[in-house]
């Protein structure tokens, strides 16, 4: 019984286990299973073991028993892009009819309905014959259609769910803000903050712990055994370079700020940069941008064990990256092409980490990414993200 | 229906306010006589419902606070070797130093397990143990007994404890751990629910009031950027401390005059971001 739907939920990435499957049909023999509310309230209980995953099985749940839509992220992304298409269109039906090539008058007949479906042909369209074409079509993915939205407004979670069914519930996707995918938002600072708590050097295991070592000794009947902890260390320093220039950074700079505000205690020194897109002659010290500059050279003169975490979406033209005078400022000219800059910074730094909001899946979509990638070790800004780069930073010491 | 655990069914107390959702989970878990861990933020009531279970079962509640240091062995029982010596040096207690199980102490889980009655054993915030103290407390849980080293005798559960286990997720627990457990994640409740559970701590509070409070508070808790966000024991405390105040005039909520802010947030940081913008902005 279910076994569909339990490989249905293994398939999709939770991890369940035989065990608990068979405990489910235990549970399904009390007699206390009497209905599919009652259905979902037991499996969920008993196969899936974290809230992190309570999201995705609300998901697979409607989905098994109620043939709703199964998560998938490449649907996700067109439908907000239509949806920014569409706003687009009541803004502006002259602009966006001639970028897709397409009548005007045409598109002015048809109904709503018709033009969303109309639009989905379209950009299925243009996905398979060429990317980067129309470019801000073709960067949708990343641009701001990708992430609108992505997070409505606040927690909804319910405590009554008497009269729902289980499948209303299940729709509801009540542990959505749970869930470990999706961009890091104010509402999981608490969480990301207890990632980045873990940031804490690691000292060799130079130090004797008595307690431990007599009782050791004593285990041993006698025999000595010395037990070592680890030495406490000086405090990291970390330098965090934020892009905050234009709209497609604009939700995460707050964050990424308040983020490491809080965690400010706990590091020795955290010095915050900004720049936009990316790195060339200097680094500005004020979020304007035009007041207070450092000369990227004259970060040699700082500690080379800093940790340098640069914030940003590593999406721009790649002559912007590549070129020698590459800046999109008239004011700011460049002796050096960006990528060099970076280079520069990585080499000067042993420890550094790029932050990216855009989702890992669609870095290969655009070029400068999978260029900066190599430079920069690159982590999604997400809960996992900067878990694997909290990691990667604390990683090595000396 | 049939009951195979033989227990009547939990269905709320006093000075709980349950939702139905939890209430089957803990009465699957009671029938397959499973442990049930509960996470959730801190102030969800994750503890209070083992002493609702225990209060609307009429069992004797047992709770054992995990601590980071602490041995599984403590948890189980003591020996009581100073006493022990004590006896033997003076020898005026009546108890036979030369038998030691008369120094053998039952632990929290000895205590469940020796107990004539079935119990509810509350074993919180298992988060703050290391994981070997984990694994093996649920292999205990696992087999119902357990060995005293010293006086070489099996402990065995005389009645199976229902079992909730608490975790603030601080850490993630191991894998064959979670296998064992049925698993529940408590959501911050709801307004309307929020509502239920003031009534219950405050019957005859002022309905102006708790409205306004709770609006009150659910707009502080959705401000941005707070690291500890008020939660549902700081409201009681706030409601507590309003209704206390003889010059507290509930229509001053309504326009943004927040009093006694420092009993909702509690970090300095956050405490100093809510006052600067309530100073700021106004919340309705």
């Given at each position: 019984?279910?076994?569909?739907?339990?490989?249905?939920?293994?398939?999709?990435?939770?991890?369940?286990?035989?065990?608990?499957?068979?405990?489910?049909?235990?549970?399904?023999?009390?007699?206390?299973?009497?209905?599919?509310?009652?259905?979902?309230?037991?499996?969920?209980?008993?196969?899936i073991k974290s809230e992190r995953y309570f999201d995705l099985f609300d998901q697979?749940?409607?989905?098994?028993?109620?043939?709703?839509?199964?998560?998938?992220?490449?649907?996700?992304?067109?439908?907000?892009?239509?949806?920014?298409?569409?706003?687009?269109?009541?803004?502006?039906?002259?602009?966006?009819?001639?970028?897709?090539?397409?009548?005007?008058?045409?598109?002015?007949?048809?109904?709503?309905?018709?033009?969303?479906?109309?639009?989905?042909?379209?950009?299925?369209?243009?996905?398979?014959?060429?990317?980067?074409?129309?470019?801000?079509?073709?960067?949708?993915?990343?641009?701001?259609?990708?992430?609108?939205?992505?997070?409505?407004?606040?927690?909804?979670?319910?405590?009554?769910?008497?009269?729902?069914?289980?499948?209303?519930?299940?729709?509801?996707?009540?542990?959505?803000?749970?869930?470990?995918?999706?961009?890091?938002?104010?509402?999981?600072?608490?969480?990301?903050?207890?990632?980045?708590?873990?940031?804490?050097?690691?000292?060799?295991?130079?130090?004797?712990?008595?307690?431990?070592?007599?009782?050791?000794?004593?285990?041993?009947?006698?025999?000595?055994?010395?037990?070592?902890?680890?030495?406490?260390?000086?405090?990291?320093?970390?330098?965090?370079?934020?892009?905050?220039?234009?709209?497609?950074?604009?939700?995460?700079?707050?964050?990424?700020?308040?983020?490491?505000?809080?965690?400010?205690?706990?590091?020795?020194?955290?010095?915050?940069?900004?720049?936009?897109?990316?790195?060339?002659?200097?680094?500005?010290?004020?979020?304007?941008?035009?007041?207070?500059?450092?000369?990227?050279?004259?970060?040699?003169?700082?500690?080379?064990?800093?940790?340098?975490?640069?914030?940003?979406?590593?999406?721009?033209?790649?002559?912007?990256?590549?070129?020698?005078?590459?800046?999109?400022?008239?004011?700011?000219?460049?002796?050096?092409?960006?990528?060099?800059?970076?280079?520069?910074?990585?080499?000067?730094?042993?420890?550094?980490?790029?932050?990216?909001?855009?989702?890992?899946?669609?870095?290969?979509?655009?070029?400068?990414?999978?260029?900066?990638?190599?430079?920069?070790?690159?982590?999604?800004?997400?809960?996992?993200?900067?878990?694997?780069?909290?990691?990667?930073?604390?990683?090595?010491?000396? | 229906?049939?009951?195979?655990?033989?227990?009547?069914?939990?269905?709320?107390?006093?000075?709980?306010?349950?939702?139905?959702?939890?209430?089957?989970?803990?009465?699957?878990?009671?029938?397959?006589?499973?442990?049930?861990?509960?996470?959730?933020?801190?102030?969800?009531?994750?503890?209070?419902?083992?002493?609702?279970?225990?209060?609307?079962?009429?069992?004797?509640?047992?709770?054992?606070?995990?601590?980071?240091?602490?041995?599984?062995?403590?948890?189980?029982?003591?020996?009581?070797?100073?006493?022990?010596?004590?006896?033997?040096?003076?020898?005026?207690?009546?108890?036979?130093?030369?038998?030691?199980?008369?120094?053998?102490?039952?632990?929290?889980?000895?205590?469940?397990?020796?107990?004539?009655?079935?119990?509810?054993?509350?074993?919180?915030?298992?988060?703050?143990?290391?994981?070997?103290?984990?694994?093996?407390?649920?292999?205990?849980?696992?087999?119902?007994?357990?060995?005293?080293?010293?006086?070489?005798?099996?402990?065995?559960?005389?009645?199976?404890?229902?079992?909730?286990?608490?975790?603030?997720?601080?850490?993630?627990?191991?894998?064959?751990?979670?296998?064992?457990?049925?698993?529940?994640?408590?959501?911050?409740?709801?307004?309307?629910?929020?509502?239920?559970?003031?009534?219950?701590?405050?019957?005859?509070?002022?309905?102006?009031?708790?409205?306004?409070?709770?609006?009150?508070?659910?707009?502080?808790?959705e401000m941005s950027s707070i690291e500890k966000r008020p939660a549902t024991r700081?409201?009681?405390?706030?409601?507590?401390?309003?209704?206390?105040?003889?010059?507290?005039?509930?229509?001053?909520?309504?326009?943004?005059?927040?009093?006694?802010?420092?009993?909702?947030?509690?970090?300095?940081?956050?405490?100093?971001?809510?006052?600067?913008?309530?100073?700021?902005?106004?919340?309705?």
């Amino acid at each position: 019984m279910f076994i569909d739907f339990f490989y249905k939920l293994k398939n999709l990435g939770i991890p369940v286990s035989p065990t608990s499957f068979l405990t489910l049909h235990k549970a399904l023999e009390t007699g206390l299973v009497m209905s599919l509310d009652d259905f979902y309230t037991a499996s969920r209980s008993i196969l899936i073991k974290s809230e992190r995953y309570f999201d995705l099985f609300d998901q697979i749940f409607a989905h098994h028993f109620k043939g709703a839509d199964l998560p998938d992220p490449s649907e996700k992304e067109l439908s907000e892009t239509i949806r920014f298409l569409l706003e687009y269109w009541l803004r502006d039906p002259k602009i966006l009819a001639d970028a897709m090539g397409i009548d005007e008058n045409k598109l002015a007949k048809l109904t709503p309905d018709q033009l969303v479906e109309y639009f989905k042909e379209r950009l299925k369209d243009q996905d398979g014959r060429h990317d980067g074409g129309n470019r801000w079509i073709g960067t949708g993915g990343t641009s701001p259609v990708g992430h609108s939205g992505y997070h409505p407004g606040g927690m909804r979670v319910g405590g009554i769910s008497r009269n729902k069914s289980a499948v209303k519930v299940a729709l509801e996707r009540r542990y959505k803000d749970y869930s470990k995918r999706g961009p890091l938002s104010q509402a999981m600072m608490g969480e990301a903050l207890k990632r980045l708590r873990n940031l804490v050097p690691e000292g060799p295991k130079d130090k004797v712990n008595v307690d431990a070592s007599i009782y050791q000794t004593m285990k041993n009947a006698g025999e000595i055994e010395i037990v070592f902890d680890r030495s406490l260390r000086d405090r990291l320093k970390v330098i965090l370079a934020i892009d905050n220039g234009g709209w497609s950074m604009e939700p995460y700079v707050k964050t990424v700020q308040t983020l490491f505000d809080y965690a400010g205690a706990q590091f020795k020194e955290l010095k915050i940069f900004y720049f936009h897109n990316t790195i060339y002659d200097n680094l500005w010290q004020d979020p304007g941008r035009h007041r207070d500059h450092v000369k990227v050279e004259e970060f040699v003169r700082f500690d080379p064990q800093t940790r340098f975490i640069l914030v940003g979406d590593a999406s721009m033209a790649p002559y912007e990256l590549l070129a020698r005078d590459g800046t999109i400022y008239v004011h700011d000219r460049s002796t050096m092409a960006s990528i060099e800059r970076l280079k520069f910074l990585s080499d000067t730094f042993v420890h550094s980490a790029w932050l990216n909001p855009v989702s890992a899946k669609m870095w290969h979509y655009t070029p400068t990414i999978d260029m900066i990638a190599k430079i920069f070790p690159m982590f999604e800004l997400t809960l996992d993200g900067l878990e694997e780069a909290v990691k990667h930073l604390a990683a090595g010491h000396n | 229906m049939t009951d195979h655990s033989g227990l009547s069914r939990f269905t709320g107390a006093s000075r709980y306010v349950l939702d139905n959702e939890l209430a089957k989970i803990v009465n699957i878990s009671m029938a397959l006589e499973m442990p049930l861990l509960l996470k959730g933020e801190p102030g969800t009531g994750k503890t209070m419902l083992a002493h609702g279970i225990a209060e609307s079962l009429g069992m004797p509640l047992i709770v054992l606070n995990v601590k980071s240091s602490m041995k599984l062995v403590e948890a189980l029982y003591q020996y009581d070797t100073l006493t022990r010596l004590n006896d033997s040096r003076f020898g005026d207690s009546g108890r036979d130093v030369s038998n030691i199980e008369n120094y053998i102490r039952m632990g929290k889980i000895g205590r469940a397990f020796t107990s004539d009655t079935k119990t509810v054993l509350l074993i919180d915030e298992i988060d703050k143990a290391d994981t070997d103290f984990q694994d093996d407390m649920l292999d205990v849980l696992d087999q119902m007994e357990f060995d005293i080293i010293e006086i070489d005798k099996t402990v065995r559960a005389k009645n199976r404890p229902v079992i909730i286990i608490t975790s603030n997720a601080k850490k993630d627990l191991s894998d064959p751990f979670l296998g064992r457990c049925n698993f529940h994640h408590i959501a911050f409740p709801d307004d309307r629910m929020m509502r239920d559970i003031i009534h219950v701590h405050f019957p005859d509070l002022d309905n102006n009031l708790a409205q306004n409070a709770i609006m009150a508070f659910f707009k502080l808790r959705e401000m941005s950027s707070i690291e500890k966000r008020p939660a549902t024991r700081e409201l009681i405390n706030w409601i507590r401390a309003m209704s206390a105040d003889p010059d507290f005039n509930p229509k001053n909520l309504d326009k943004g005059d927040i009093p006694f802010l420092g009993v909702l947030f509690k970090k300095s940081q956050d405490f100093a971001r809510a006052a600067t913008t309530l100073a700021r902005t106004r919340l309705f």
